[in-house]
């Protein structure tokens, strides 16, 4: 009788120590999951406020069909680039911004769907035709960062590489 009780002391106990766990991880990914919404989701557009174009259209008119005018200073310290990312390469190229500056990037493509990661950062941007993707940063260190696009886009894809020029 005695080892009978002894016994269930010991699984009770075993019992609780894993309740107990299972709830303080269930706090802990809950406070992981609001630590992420709150830090992660500064420049992104929510969905509802997309921008769209023609994607017949977006190499002779709007703001990417001239590379030489693509990166636009809208603040004292904002730029906005338009990037078309086409098959296979990514218009302008390179693009020259200043260190510290917050980058608009808008981005959309003529043809297919791609891809822009930049390398060195958090930037990884699905491209769809017909519509402009938005995405907001700021380059802390200058230097050169390439692009690539990681999402297959023809036979070509592995030559799709383009540069951000971060300049002091």
Not at 16 to 22: E, G, H, I, T, V
Not at 36 to 48: K, Y
Not at 80 to 107: C, D, M, R, S, W
């Amino acid at each position: 009788m005695m080892d009978e009780h002894r016994a269930h002391r010991a699984i009770l106990a075993y019992e609780k120590a894993w309740l107990a766990f299972s709830l303080v991880m269930l706090f802990a990914f809950l406070a992981l999951i609001g630590y992420t919404l709150v830090t992660h989701t500064s420049g992104v557009i929510p969905a509802g406020k997309l921008e769209r174009v023609d994607p017949t259209k977006v190499r002779t008119e709007g703001p990417w069909a001239d590379p030489a005018q693509a990166v636009v200073q809208t603040g004292p310290h904002q730029y906005t680039v338009h990037v078309l990312a086409f098959a296979f390469g990514y218009q302008p190229n390179p693009i020259e911004v200043p260190k510290g500056a917050e980058i608009v990037f808008k981005i959309t493509s003529p043809d297919v769907i791609h891809g822009f990661y930049v390398e060195g950062t958090n930037l990884n941007v699905e491209v769809l035709p017909g519509e402009v993707s938005t995405v907001r940063y700021t380059f802390k260190k200058a230097g050169e960062y390439r692009i690539i696009c990681n999402q297959y886009c023809g036979v070509g894809h592995q030559n799709m590489f383009g540069k951000i020029v971060v300049k002091e």
